[in-house]
């Protein structure tokens, strides 16, 4: 069987090596890609982002199955142009997406069906907004732009001056284009937060071994948001009673909830969840793997991944039973200085041995590029230095001294992740 994996990052890297221990998968091919994921797959010059150029290289490459990792091109409709072109693809369809890519659709679906999350209001204009906020009158409250934005559209504003920059600057000036037309304005809440991936295929839903990540650039969940500097999987606050009450109250109830308004999911759907006083709440749905997640999530997958995306595109989840080693798994991102603003590319990496650092070390490339044969920084993130051990503290210690063995210019990491859990 030959795959297409879309994307170019560090959770498409993880995706691939997984895919590729399974004896039934002959060859993996991805595209875009990156330095490090060609050394696991031969990677084609087609932007993540361009349907056709997907769909055409699918055929042109004979793909069984095309696996659609970014939110992008699954907002965009990459799987259902691939299944009206009669290939086989994993991802959710645009429809589906949307629970995801759209605040507005995804809060209003959770006020429908009574799943639980924080109250809110939305907004198509930013005098009606500001005057609710002052209204309120309650900080910290939480501005969010409706549709994607590389991560970026959350701002948690402490007080009005503050909740007035963000609507403006969503709303008028528009820094995150047209996914700013509306917004979501929201209370505040607070908890450990929880991520929980899931396969399901429209009626079964089968959660995975939960993670954490962190989403701050600086140690001590200071600085500006990022894409994630770090994961460690098990969650340590999510025991089985939340995750009982997890199933009842938010993932099952999602499932119906999407399958009663016509959209079906099929794929992976994220749950960002909060602990709070009066429950768990959802954060945000994403429509796709996690990154950095995947990357401490999938090495504790005991089932062939591919048994699953195939049951899954057959809609025949409910046959298969899916294992997990016991062990933990803990990531740390190696990220170029000033990300997530302004950074330099370019820099030579050095201490990167072949296929992994020592026995249970894995690096997952985010963002690399060769220079000749020598990998050099070529993203914000760069690479995810990710071990498994007997728990997470071994975990976290073997995965900080694969990051001591790899330097490159201007390099920076957390040095605290995962030490909610120690
Ligand atoms: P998101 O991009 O939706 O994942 O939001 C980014 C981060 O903002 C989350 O991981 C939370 O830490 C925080 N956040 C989002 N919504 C809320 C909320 N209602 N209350 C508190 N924190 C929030
Ligand atoms: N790590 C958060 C995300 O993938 O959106």
């Known amino acids: 069987m030959k795959i297409l994996m879309v994307g170019s990052g560090g959770r498409e890297h993880a995706l691939v090596r997984k895919l590729k221990e399974s004896g039934r998968v002959t060859e993996v091919i991805c595209a875009p890609g990156n330095a490090g994921i060609s050394r696991d797959a031969e990677c084609f010059p087609v932007a993540a982002a361009d349907i056709q150029g997907i769909v055409a290289l699918a055929v042109e490459q004979k793909a069984d199955i095309v696996f659609v990792a970014p939110d992008d091109p699954l907002a965009a409709g990459m799987v259902d142009a691939l299944e009206e072109a009669g290939i086989k693809a994993y991802g959710p369809r645009a429809a589906a997406a949307e629970i995801e890519s759209s605040k507005v659709f995804s809060k209003g679906l959770m006020k429908k069906y009574g799943i639980p999350t924080a109250d809110y209001e939305v907004f198509e204009d930013p005098q009606t907004a500001l005057l609710y906020i002052k209204s309120k009158n309650s900080y910290p409250v939480v501005v969010k732009a409706d549709g994607l934005a590389l991560g970026k559209g959350v701002i948690i504003a402490q007080d009005y001056e503050g909740a007035e920059k963000a609507v403006i600057s969503i709303m008028r000036d528009k820094v995150f284009g047209a996914s700013g037309n509306k917004v979501v304005v929201e ?3 607070t908890g450990p937060e929880v991520s929980v991936l899931s396969f ?4 079964t839903i089968l959660p995975m071994v939960s993670s954490m990540d962190h989403k701050k650039a ?3 969940d200071s600085g500006p948001n990022t ?4 994961t460690i999987s098990p969650n340590p606050f999510y025991s089985e009673e939340v995750a009982r009450l997890c199933m009842d109250t938010i993932f099952k109830p999602t499932i119906e909830a999407m399958k009663k308004e016509g959209r079906p999911f099929k794929g992976c759907l994220y749950f960002g969840l909060m602990l709070t006083e009066n429950g768990p709440k959802v954060i945000e749905y994403n429509a796709r793997f996690g990154d950095p997640e995947t990357q401490v999530v999938l090495p504790r997958l005991k089932t062939p991944l591919i048994d699953i995306v195939e ?4 809609e025949k989840l409910s046959t298969i039973n899916v294992e997990w080693f016991d062990h933990a798994c803990a990531c740390v991102i ?11 590319k370019g820099y030579p990496i050095t201490g990167l041995l072949g296929d992994g650092q020592a026995p249970g070390v894995a690096v997952y490339h985010s963002g690399t590029a060769f220079d000749g044969n020598s990998f050099v920084t070529n993203g914000g993130r760069v690479l995810g230095v990710t071990a498994t051990g007997k728990d997470l503290k071994e975990a976290i210690k073997k995965a900080y001294e694969g990051v001591a063995s790899i330097t490159f210019r201007n390099a920076h990491y957390r040095k605290d992740i995962g030490k909610a859990s120690l």
């Open 334 to 344: 190696m990220a170029s200085g000033g990300y997530p603003a302004g950074y330099e």
């Open 187 to 189: 209370e505040f809440l």
């Open 227 to 230: 894409g994630g500097m770090g």
């Open 218 to 220: 600086f140690d001590g």
């Open 200 to 203: 399901t295929d429209g009626e």
């Open 311 to 314: 049951a899954t595109i057959e």
